[in-house]
Structure formats: structure tokens, C-alpha cells
């Protein structure tokens, strides 16, 4: 099988890092099955947040002559793949799952390396690939269609599922194992062939799960690796006559830009966006579990994830109480570079969305919120070469304040004090997201009208507002998507054609709505 990761480039360069004792690995786009340098004849480098004096590997800086390469290939693999029978398609995928497993652990390492997130969460990321690939394994055996009686004698029907040949995906720095999987897995197990391009931030955990499959025997053009930037290596994909379909992980506003341009030529698209996800605490709810809950959804991945607990709507009896304890809790929590397996936080992804965070601890203060803890950066010691936050706490947020209503993406909530069970689901609702929910209570009668009544894709009880599972439906309503979803057999919904299909074995002509009528 072609290996797709680096070379080992021994060095010589300019670029070499010191904490790379010397060498660099560079990593080419993969596309057919080998490896290519972009046209463009330039690179850029993934550094390790948490320490950016740590280069993890020079990436292909790709352009639309790189992506029609990658498209082609993938459409040149998809004549035979389409034809692979799905079960076979599911035994690599399988096997991808078995090789990821004996492999976690350096994916992690490598993982934490790029993104920051510290291991524990690293491993159940790598995990979540896996998990993915085990399910979507078993959808190959399944790949349920429909048969149903026709209205005429002797004639069958029944509905079953093709793939649409090349899908583009551009894919988030957050979960760059977990949410690849989501896409390519059920992507190929379905028949159709894939050109990604990871973000830049975290491209190497998209080659680590790419080559388990390569390794598990996909055939070369299946999944071909472009990186670069957005709009010079994702746009193209946009544009490619020869991609049926996009699937994009990330902010609303670029992903607004995607559905415009899959409008002008009709592309199928399926957007997974933002979120302000509320986590209500009622005043008969268990509040230590709240809060073990609050620390983990809101500071957990630094809160760089789309389903972070960022605005907890506290019931008025319990808001003081609960706020203190937060706070002394949240001051505790040891941040720093994740390979350290003491520490509880990772540093922001990079400066632009450090810088972001900070922004929003200047806008809340600004709009009257009261800074509880944290709002600064960490520079000092172990912190000075990367983009640490200390975990930050809002206190007596209304939910109008842009603090309430927007997307940070950081390590930074917002308590909101309610009146009631009605006030707080109001409050809950009153965004233009709506992904993850949580609500904490003993009363069975409030948790059942949470679940009808919150506006998200993803309802908690009694948990906060991360920790999907993969086969469940993934996805929100409102600004936070276009109502398609990841995970789960829906999945197969967006990657697949149902194409109705009658047989006649009447031997005669017969005509339906009219042969049939009386
Ligand atoms: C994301 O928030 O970007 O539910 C994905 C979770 C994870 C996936 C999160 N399993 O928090």
C-alpha cells in the first residue's frame, strides 16, 4: 500500500526547527494513490500551538490546478469503486478501524502536537474516527433501500441508494480526526470518491487516518489530501464542475459563502456551523453535577468546539451559589501544553482565534458583564510560546449582550441569571443557533419539555453540552447548518441517490395511475 506519510527530509534547509532535532518532515497532497508537490511550488508550516518553536511538518500550499488534479483522480477511481459491492467497501473500512486502534496512541501524540487539545481528549478523538468506522462498517452490509407492492400487478418496486460520484469536504482544526471520519467514512462506504482539504491548522491527523485506510486496502483515488488555505485549495472545490457535492465543518459566515457558490450550479451541500449552546441549571438540579458538567463543557477543548457549553443559565435561587464554586473551580484548572498529561486546558489554535477571545473579553466587560475569572493571556514560563487563555468566567450576562448571543470558540462563558424553567428555555432560545442544549433538573416533567421545546439538534439531560456519539444524528437548526446531518444512517442520506425502481414482469403494457384506475 502507498505510504502517505513524509518523507524524512534530512535537513539543510532554512525552515529546520530546533526542537526538531534537525529534521523536517514534509508532507506531500496526496492524490491517486502518490504524492505531489502543489504547482504552486510553496509550502507552509503546521506548528504546534502550544509551543510554536515546534514545527510538525510543512504542508503543500495547493491551488486549483491541485485540486483538478485530486478530482480527477477521484473520478477516474470512482468507475470501479462505485462497482465494489458495499459489504467489500465496509471490510476496509473495518480493517482501517482495527489498524487506527493499534495506532491510537501515536495519532494522539500527533494529534496534540497539532491541534493543542491535551491527550485524554486527543484519544477519544482518534477514538471517534474509530467508532466511526466501525459503525459505517456495519452500514455496508446494510445500506437499506426500500421495496414496497406496486399499484399494478405483476410489477415490483422499490428505492435504492447510489452514490454521486466525487464529494469535496473541507474540514475543521477542532476535531481533525473525529469529523474527517464523519464525512469520508460514509462518503466511501456508499460508493462515491473523496477529494478533502483539512484546514490548515491540523492536516496531519487527516493523513493519519487516511493511510489506515490506505493501509487497509482502498484503492488508490478513493481519498485524495489537498491542503492549503481556504480560498485558494477550498474554493476550487466549490467550483469543480466534477464535485456533486461539499461538506463543510465551520463558522456560519464562511459557510454561507460555501452555500451561495454550491447555489450557482446546484451542488449539494451540507453544512455543519456555530452554536451558543445554552446549558440550563434549574434549582432542584444535583449541583455538583452541574458543575463538573459546566467545567467540562465549557473549558474542555479549550472550548473550541462547535457543541461547547458557552452560556449557562442559571435558575436565580441557585445563581450565586453555583457562580462562586465555578469560579474557584475554573481558577484551578491547570492549563498548558497537552502532551503533559497533568494538564486540563490547551492553549487557542493560533494567534487570529487568541486573539478572538480576547476581543470578546473586552466586548463583554464593555457591554457591563462582570469578569468573574481569567480574560488573560498566559505568557509566562512554560506559556510564552504559545496561545494560552485563562479559563474565563462572565457573571450578570444578560441575553442580549453579544457575549450571550455570538461565537467565540474559546474557553470563555456566560452566566445568565433566569426567573424560571420558561424564562431560561426563552433565553435558550433567543440565538440564531441552535446545535447542543442541556438542562439540568430532577423534575422528569421539566427534562421531557426541554426536549420538546429547545430549539437544537443535540438535547441533554442531566450532561452538558458536548460528547455526541456517532450513531446519532449530528447537526443544528437554525443558523447552525441546512438541515442535513452527520452521524448516524442519516448520513447516508447526503451521500447518496435514491433512485426508484420499477420491474414489469406482466409481460404487457401497463400504465399506472390509468390501467389501474377503477
Ligand atoms: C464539535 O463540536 O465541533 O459532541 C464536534 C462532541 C464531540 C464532537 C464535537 N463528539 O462534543
Redesign the pocket.
Known amino acids: 500500500m502507498a505510504n502517505i506519510m513524509a518523507n524524512d527530509i534530512t535537513s539543510g534547509t532554512s525552515t529546520v526547527s530546533p526542537s526538531n532535532s534537525g529534521s523536517i518532515k514534509i508532507y506531500r497532497n496526496f492524490i491517486g494513490g502518490e504524492f505531489h508537490e502543489s504547482l504552486s511550488g510553496q509550502t507552509f508550516e503546521n506548528l504546534n500551538p502550544a509551543d510554536t518553536r515546534d514545527l510538525v511538518g510543512v504542508f503543500q500550499r495547493s491551488n486549483a490546478q491541485d485540486v483538478d488534479a485530486a478530482v480527477r483522480a477521484a473520478k477516474a477511481a470512482f468507475a470501479k469503486w462505485r462497482l465494489v459491492p458495499a459489504p467489500k467497501r465496509a471490510e476496509i473500512i473495518y480493517r482501517a478501524a482495527e489498524i487506527l486502534l493499534s495506532r491510537k496512541e501515536d495519532c494522539a501524540r500527533q494529534m496534540t502536537r497539532e491541534m493543542g487539545k491535551v491527550l485524554k481528549e486527543t484519544r477519544g478523538d482518534v477514538q471517534?474516527a474509530i467508532d466511526c468506522a466501525y459503525f459505517m462498517a456495519g452500514e455496508g452490509r446494510r445500506m437499506y433501500g426500500v421495496t414496497t407492492p406496486a399499484e399494478l400487478a405483476n410489477k415490483a418496486a422499490m428505492a435504492i441508494r447510489q452514490p454521486l460520484g466525487v464529494i469535496g469536504m473541507i474540514t475543521?482544526w477542532?476535531?481533525p480526526m473525529?469529523?474527517a471520519s464523519w464525512k469520508l467514512l460514509p462518503a466511501i462506504v456508499a460508493g462515491n470518491c473523496c477529494v478533502i482539504k483539512p484546514a490548515e491548522d491540523t492536516p496531519l491527523s487527516t493523513f493519519n487516518l487516511v493511510q489506515a485506510l490506505a493501509d487497509a486496502g482502498m484503492p488508490d483515488g478513493v481519498i485524495n489530501i489537498v491542503t492549503g488555505y481556504g480560498p485558494e485549495a477550498g474554493a476550487p472545490l466549490l467550483d469543480h464542475p466534477e464535485v456533486r457535492a461539499i461538506s463543510f465543518?465551520g463558522s456560519s459566515k464562511v459557510g454561507k459563502l460555501i452555500a451561495q457558490a454550491c447555489a450557482g450550479n446546484f451542488k449539494r451541500c451540507s453544512l455543519e456551523l456555530g452554536g451558543k449552546n445554552p446549558m440550563i441549571v434549574m434549582d432542584d438540579a444535583n449541583l455538583d453535577l452541574a458543575l463538573e458538567g459546566a467545567l467540562w463543557g465549557a473549558f474542555g477543548t479549550t472550548g473550541q468546539?462547535?457543541?461547547?457549553t458557552s452560556r449557562i443559565i442559571l435558575h436565580k435561587d441557585i445563581y450565586e451559589e453555583f457562580a462562586t464554586k465555578l469560579v474557584a473551580r475554573a481558577r484551578k484548572l491547570k492549563v498548558g501544553n497537552g502532551l503533559d498529561e497533568a494538564m486540563e486546558m490547551g492553549p487557542a489554535i493560533n494567534q487570529r482565534q487568541l486573539d478572538q477571545d480576547l476581543k470578546y473579553v473586552e466586548i463583554g466587560q464593555s457591554e457591563g458583564a462582570k469578569l468573574l475569572c481569567g480574560g488573560n493571556r498566559l505568557c509566562e514560563g512554560d506559556h510564552a510560546n504559545g496561545y494560552f487563555l485563562e479559563p474565563t468566567v462572565f457573571g450578570d450576562v444578560t441575553p442580549k449582550m453579544r457575549i450571550a448571543q455570538e461565537e467565540i470558540f474559546g474557553p470563555v462563558v456566560s452566566l445568565i441569571r433566569c426567573e424560571s424553567f420558561e424564562e431560561a428555555v426563552e433565553f435558550a432560545n433567543g440565538i440564531d443557533y441552535g446545535l447542543s442544549s442541556a438542562l439540568y433538573t430532577k423534575d422528569v416533567n421539566r427534562a421531557f419539555a426541554a426536549i420538546r421545546d429547545l430549539e437544537a439538534g443535540i438535547t441533554y439531560i442531566n450532561a452538558p453540552t458536548?460528547?455526541?456519539e456517532v450513531h446519532l444524528p449530528?447537526g443544528g437548526v437554525k443558523q447552525t447548518g441546512n438541515g442535513h446531518r452527520e452521524g448516524g444512517v442519516g448520513s447516508l442520506d447526503f451521500y447518496t441517490e435514491w433512485k426508484a425502481v420499477y420491474i414489469d414482469y406482466s409481460d404487457t403494457l401497463q400504465r399506472a395511475q390509468i390501467d389501474n384506475a377503477d
Open positions: 471517534e475543521p477542532n476535531f473525529a469529523i465543518t468546539r462547535c457543541t461547547a458536548i460528547g455526541a449530528f
